[in-house]
């Protein structure tokens, strides 16, 4: 999927500083972060559903 977005020139500047300081290109720095939200997010909601089927389980085998 290609995806566009609006950077102020104070954000492109420093996106072309941290990607430069990386030795990489700012696009791949870009989505290297976008792919790296979107993986802690996915872990994140593993994480809490997981809690909330454990503190549950008991109820959940009641119900059953």
Do not use: C, H, S, W
């Amino acid at each position: 999927m290609r995806l566009a977005i609006d950077l102020t020139p104070a954000e492109e500047r420093q996106l072309a500083a941290v990607a430069a300081r990386l030795g990489v290109a700012p696009e791949a720095l870009a989505a290297a972060a976008l792919r790296d939200l979107l993986e802690a997010r996915a872990a994140e909601f593993a994480a809490a559903a997981d809690r909330v089927l454990a503190k549950n389980r008991e109820l959940y085998r009641r119900l059953a």
